[in-house]
């Protein structure tokens, strides 16, 4: 049973570029989390979907950055016009229900040059 | 709102010594769960271990043991005759069900250091 996958797994942008962080959650698994890690910090909720659904986006920076979870297909974190603040590790998690634990994916090294 | 509080910034041992990891949180839910994950250098996340506040039963897995204590509001993570392969940074977290879903909510991660 594959884990949580996320792409790419290391990603470089110039500043003011866009970058598209992609996970596909474990079989069977319909909720779907961002974290981010900020150097020297720890991990911080961004947000929690479900199939076609925000759920909680509590988290998430007010402006420049969406996810998605479409029908078909991963989920999306979506940064647009990236800054050099925005370079961190982005996790994904996923878990089969509501209060079930959360399996994390290996991440995506984000560096805003 | 939840807080977890990892006090141990970065503890070193030598192989073979015993450790603990403190982790003390804070909520008003009555219901919640604790977590341990592991981040090992090669820096994806490692599901340890999941408790529930209705259970306070110690758990050990081998070599890993957790001592939960509501009286003191502590989850703590002790390794039996470390090993190398434990250098990691662990993270205590917490889930709490206020509104709806799960999200957690971390400590800022006890990097531990397992020399020979």
């Known amino acids: 049973n594959a884990g949580v996958m996320q792409n790419p797994r290391h990603l470089v942008r110039r500043r003011g570029q866009e970058a598209r962080l992609r996970c596909s959650p474990m079989?069977?698994?319909?909720?779907v989390y961002w974290y981010r890690q900020l150097p020297e910090e720890g991990l911080k909720f961004m947000v929690y979907l479900q199939k076609e659904n925000i759920i909680d986006e509590s988290g998430m920076p007010k402006e420049r950055f969406s996810a998605e979870f479409p029908k078909e297909g991963p989920s999306i974190l979506r940064i647009q016009q990236v800054v050099r603040g925005d370079s961190a590790a982005y996790f994904c998690?996923?878990?089969?229900?509501?209060?079930?634990?959360?399996?994390f994916g290996p991440g995506t090294r984000l560096l805003v040059l | 709102a939840q807080k977890v509080t990892q006090a141990q910034t970065e503890i070193s041992v030598v192989e073979k010594e015993d450790v603990t990891l403190d982790c003390v949180y804070e909520t008003r839910d009555t219901t919640y769960y604790l977590f341990w994950y592991k981040q090992p250098p090669s820096g994806e996340l490692v599901f340890l271990i999941r408790?529930?506040?209705?259970?306070?039963q110690n758990e050990i897995s081998g070599r890993y043991s957790w001592n939960f204590q509501k009286s003191t509001s502590s989850f703590n993570f002790t390794i039996t005759a470390s090993q190398v392969v434990d250098s990691a940074v662990y993270f205590c977290?917490?889930?709490?069900?206020?509104?709806?879903?799960?999200?957690?909510?971390f400590g800022t991660g006890t990097q531990l250091k397992v020399e020979l």
């Open positions: 977290a917490l889930a709490a069900f206020t509104g709806g879903g799960n999200k957690l909510t």
């Open positions: 998690a996923s878990s089969p229900g509501e209060r079930e634990t959360q399996y």
């Open positions: 408790r529930n506040s209705f259970d306070e």
């Open positions: 079989k069977g698994h319909s909720h």
